[in-house]
DNA sequence: AGCACGCCGACT
DNA sequence: GTCGGCGTGCTC
C-alpha cells in the first residue's frame, strides 16, 4: 500500500514535500528524494494518507536510516522552533544534524584501527625469529591487554606499522575496527571543594528536583562559586546514569571552565567548538546520541546534540546576548533549552551574575526557583567606584590625566588593569580639518573607520577596506584628522605613557587569526600581561589574576543609544567586570568616564546593586510596553530600490490589520543603506505570544506572494535582542 | 543549497 | 551573434 511521507527537503525555504512510499520509513529518518532535476537529502518529517499537492507525486528514492536519525524530542524541538521563530523547517532541521549527515554519510560511531592477538603470546613468541627483538617486544605488549590496542596507543609506545605487519603476516594478530571512545580522564579526579552554607543550599535544592522539570536561576556574584554549584549537581546526575548538557556563551573563552569539568568528573565529555573538523564533530555527536559520551560542552548550536538519558541542562551566563542567533534562524538557545528541558522533563540551570531581565521576570512570577550567592570565596575588600566627570575634562586620546594617573599607579604596584572600549579601530571618523569632509562607505550610510596598523580605513558593516586617503577629495586640503578613539588609538596611547609594561590587546582585529586569542589569553592569566586595552570581547569569563583596576572609557554609549537593551547590557557589563577587579590584599577600583555623572541609573547601579538597577529598568519596560511584558517581532526588508521596499512592507502591514498587534513602520533600519541595499523594517508588538505568532504566520503567506518578481530580501526576528 | 533560466556586458 | 557572469525563482 502507498502512502504520503512528508519529507522535509533541507534548504529550500519550506516545511516539507509530500512524496509516495510503499515502505513506511521512521520518523526523523533520512532519504534521499528526486527534487526537481536532482536528487537530494531530506528528513521524514511525517506520514499521512492523503495529500494537499494537486501534482503528482514523486517517489522516494532511498530510505537511508532504519532507525530516526533525529530523535523524536529533537524533532519536536524542531518543530517548535519552526512555529514560534516563523521559521521553515527545512532552515531548522539542518542545525540537529553534523554536515557528514547531511551528506548522507552512514550512522556510525567513529571507528578506529585497533590490533589484538589471536594466540597466546607464548605461541606468537614460537613463530617470531629470535632476533626481531622489535616484534618480541611488541607481542608483550599487546599481550599485557585484554582488549584490541588502538593503532595510535602501538605508535605512542614506540612501535610502528611496519612491526606490525610484521605480526600481521606472521598470523599472530588481527586487525579490527573498534569505537573510538574518547579517553577517560586518567589523571587523579579533583576532589569537590568545601562549599558554603548558599553553595550547599543551592545544590540540595536542585538534586531535591532531579526527576522532573524545573527552572533554577542561579544568581551568584562573580567568585561566588557557581561553577561548584554546576560540578557538584552533575555529580548526582551521573550518578542516576544520566546525561548532561552544559551551554556556555563562547566556548574559546572559557577555558579554565572546561579544564575543571573535565578534571572533576571520570566519564567520557564532549567538547563541541569552532576547530573541530567534520569527522570530529560526527564522532561527538555520534557518541552524545549513542550515550557514550556523559557530558557535552558547548556553545549555542550544541543545543541540538541528541541525548537519549539527557538528566539535566545547564545554561552559563544565561544573560549573554550570544546565545541568541543573529542571522539565518533567529533562535535564543536559552528559550529553546526552557523548552527542551520542558519537554523531557528534566531541571535546567540558569547561571548568571547579572540575569537578563526575563529571566528576573520570570523568577517574579514564581516562574523559575532563585539560588543566590552572594559570599565571594575570597575574602576581597569591597569596590570602589568612581565617576569622572569628563564635560569639563581635557581627554588626551580618550583619556583624562586622572584616569591615566590611576592607571599608573595600580602598574606600579605590580597589579594588573583592563580598559574598555567598545569600537575596534583607530579612530571611528577621519574629517577634513578645512572643509568638514568624512570619509564615508560608498555602499552604506556609515563612515570609514581609521585602522592605522593596516593602513587602511574600514567599513564595519560591510567591511570595505581602502588606503587611507593622503588628502581631502573635496578640497584637497593634506589636513585629515583622526576623530573619537578606538582600540588601536587607546593601546597607542597607553603604550607610549606606559613604556615598561606588558600590553594586549583584545578586540575582533587582534585576534581573527586562529589561537590568537588563546595566547593573549594565557598572557594575561599567566599575569605576564599587565595592562589589557579591548572591547567587550574581554569582559567574558576569564580569570585576571592581579586586576586591581577596570577603566570604562565609553560608558555614555549605553545612556544615548536608543535601542531598549542598551541600559541593560551596560549594566551588565560593568557588574562583570566590576567583579573581577580586587585581591585578597588589594581593594578593586572601577572608573567611568561619562559625560552624564549624574544618571540615576548609573548611581543606583553603583550604589545599590544589579538587582535593583534590573527593577527599576523592568519598571521602564513596562511603562514603555517592552520585553518582558510585550512581545516584540522586528521584520526587516531589504532591495536596491526603496519603493519596492517600502511597498512590501506597507503590504504585509496592511495583512496584520485584522490581528490584535501594533504595527510601527515602516521606518528605515539604522543603517538605512548598506551594501547598496536600502534596509527598512516593521516593528510588531504584541501582548502575548499567542497573537503574536498567529498575526506573523498570517503576513507570512501574504508575504511570500508579495515578494514574487520585486527583488525584495526579508526576514523575521522574533523576541529581538536590539532593533537596528 | 543547488540548479535552471534569463538578462546583461564583453568578446569573436 | 555567442559565451558566460550573476541575480532570481523554484522545487512534491
Request: overall charge neutral; hydrophobic content about 35%; proline content about 13%.
Given at each position: 500500500m502507498t502512502q504520503v511521507v512528508q519529507v522535509?527537503?533541507?534548504?529550500?525555504?519550506?516545511d516539507y514535500f509530500d512524496y509516495t512510499s510503499t515502505v513506511e520509513p521512521s520518523l526523523g529518518a533520512r532519504v534521499w528524494v528526486p527534487f526537481r532535476t536532482t536528487t537530494r537529502l531530506g528528513i521524514v518529517v511525517g506520514v499521512q494518507?492523503?495529500?494537499?499537492?494537486?501534482k503528482p507525486l514523486k517517489s522516494i528514492t532511498?530510505?537511508?536510516?532504519?532507525?530516526?536519525?533525529?530523535?523524536k524530542e529533537l524533532l519536536s524541538l524542531c518543530h517548535w522552533i519552526s512555529q514560534y521563530y516563523q521559521s521553515p523547517l527545512s532552515e531548522i532541521l539542518?542545525?540537529?544534524?553534523p554536515k557528514k549527515y547531511r551528506q548522507g554519510a552512514a550512522c556510525q560511531l567513529p571507528q578506529i584501527e585497533s590490533y589484538q592477538l589471536t594466540v597466546s603470546a607464548g605461541s606468537a613468541h614460537q613463530k617470531i625469529g629470535v632476533r626481531a627483538t622489535r616484534q618480541h617486544a611488541l607481542i608483550d605488549f599487546l599481550s599485557n591487554r585484554l582488549d584490541p590496542v588502538p593503532k595510535k596507543t602501538i605508535l605512542q609506545a614506540g612501535f610502528n606499522t611496519s612491526l606490525l605487519n610484521a605480526l600481521h603476516i606472521a598470523q599472530v594478530l588481527k586487525r579490527c575496527e573498534s569505537i573510538d571512545i574518547p579517553l577517560i580522564q586518567e589523571a587523579p579526579i579533583e576532589a569537590p571543594l568545601p562549599v558554603n552554607k548558599e553553595q550547599g543550599i543551592a545544590i540540595q535544592s536542585i538534586v531535591e528536583h532531579l526527576s522532573s522539570y524545573r527552572c533554577f536561576l542561579l544568581q551568584g556574584v562573580t567568585g561566588s562559586g557557581k561553577t561548584e554549584v554546576y560540578l557538584q549537581v552533575i555529580v548526582h546526575v551521573l550518578a542516576l546514569g544520566r546525561q548532561v548538557l552544559i551551554l556556555v556563551p563562547e566556548i574559546g573563552l572559557t577555558p579554565q571552565l572546561l579544564a575543571r569539568f573535565t578534571a572533576r568528573f571520570h566519564v567520557p565529555i564532549a567538547v563541541f567548538h569552532s576547530n573541530l573538523n567534520d569527522t570530529q564533530r560526527q564522532a561527538a555527536w555520534q557518541l552524545a546520541r549513542d550515550n557514550h559520551v556523559k557530558l557535552v560542552i558547548g556553545t549555542r548550536s550544541a543545543l541540538f546534540t541528541p541525548m537519549p538519558a539527557l538528566g539535566l541542562i545547564v545554561i552559563d551566563e544565561e544573560h549573554d546576548a550570544s546565545f541568541k542567533q543573529m542571522d539565518g534562524v533567529r533562535y535564543h538557545a536559552r528559550d529553546a533549552a526552557l523548552m527542551r528541558a520542558h519537554a523531557t522533563n528534566i531541571p535546567i540551570i540558569l547561571g548568571s551574575a547579572t540575569p537578563s531581565l526575563e529571566s528576573i521576570n520570570n523568577y517574579l512570577r514564581q516562574k523559575y526557583t532563585l539560588l543566590r550567592l552572594t559570599q565571594k570565596a575570597l575574602n576581597s575588600p569591597p569596590l570602589y567606584f568612581e565617576i569622572i566627570d569628563i564635560r569639563t575634562q581635557v581627554l588626551t586620546h580618550g583619556i583624562t590625566a586622572r584616569t591615566l594617573a590611576v592607571i599608573k599607579t595600580h602598574l606600579a604596584q605590580d597589579n594588573q588593569v583592563l580598559v574598555f572600549i567598545n569600537?575596534?579601530?583607530?579612530?571611528?571618523v577621519m574629517l577634513c580639518h578645512h572643509c568638514g569632509w568624512m570619509a564615508d562607505c560608498r555602499a552604506c550610510d556609515s563612515h570609514l573607520t581609521l585602522h592605522k596598523d593596516s593602513h587602511q580605513v574600514v567599513c564595519h558593516h560591510c567591511g570595505l577596506r581602502q588606503s587611507v586617503p593622503k588628502q581631502c577629495p573635496n578640497c584637497q586640503h593634506r589636513e585629515l584628522v583622526p576623530v573619537g578613539i578606538g582600540t588601536q588609538r587607546v593601546f597607542n596611547y597607553l603604550a607610549s605613557e606606559c613604556p615598561k609594561i606588558t600590553m594586549v590587546r583584545i578586540d575582533r582585529d587582534e585576534v581573527s587569526q586562529k589561537y590568537a586569542l588563546e595566547t593573549h589569553l594565557a598572557r594575561i592569566n599567566s599575569g605576564e600581561a599587565q595592562l589589557m586595552v579591548g572591547t567587550q570581547l574581554l569582559a567574558k569569563g576569564h580569570h585576571f589574576p592581579r586586576l586591581t583596576l577596570v577603566v570604562v572609557l565609553d560608558a555614555d554609549n549605553g545612556f544615548y543609544n536608543q535601542d531598549f537593551r542598551a541600559l541593560e547590557q551596560l549594566g551588565q557589563l560593568l557588574t562583570q567586570v566590576a567583579g573581577r577587579a580586587g585581591r585578597a590584599e588589594f581593594p578593586g577600583q572601577v572608573l567611568i568616564q561619562t559625560?552624564?555623572?549624574?544618571?540615576p541609573l548609573l548611581n543606583q547601579l553603583i550604589q545599590e546593586g544589579y538587582e535593583a538597577f534590573a527593577q527599576t529598568l523592568l519598571l521602564s519596560r513596562r511603562e514603555a510596553n517592552l520585553p518582558p511584558y510585550y512581545f516584540l517581532a522586528v521584520i526587516r526588508a531589504q532591495a536596491t530600490q526603496v519603493e519596492r521596499v517600502l511597498t512590501f512592507l506597507h503590504a504585509i502591514k496592511e495583512a496584520m490589520v485584522t490581528h490584535p498587534v501594533t504595527v510601527l513602520g515602516p521606518a528605515p533600519a539604522p543603517l538605512a543603506r548598506k551594501a547598496h541595499q536600502h534596509r527598512l523594517q516593521l516593528l510588531v508588538k504584541a501582548s502575548s505570544r499567542i497573537t503574536l505568532a498567529a498575526a506573523l504566520k498570517h503576513m507570512r503567506t501574504h508575504a511570500a506572494l508579495a515578494t514574487i518578481g520585486t527583488g525584495v530580501r526579508w526576514n523575521i526576528d522574533v523576541d529581538p535582542m536590539d532593533l537596528s
Open positions: 522535509c527537503v533541507l534548504h529550500t525555504n519550506r494518507a492523503s495529500t494537499h499537492c494537486n532511498t530510505v537511508i536510516d532504519d532507525e530516526p536519525m533525529i530523535p539542518p542545525l540537529a544534524l569600537r575596534r579601530g583607530f579612530a571611528p559625560h552624564l555623572p549624574h544618571h
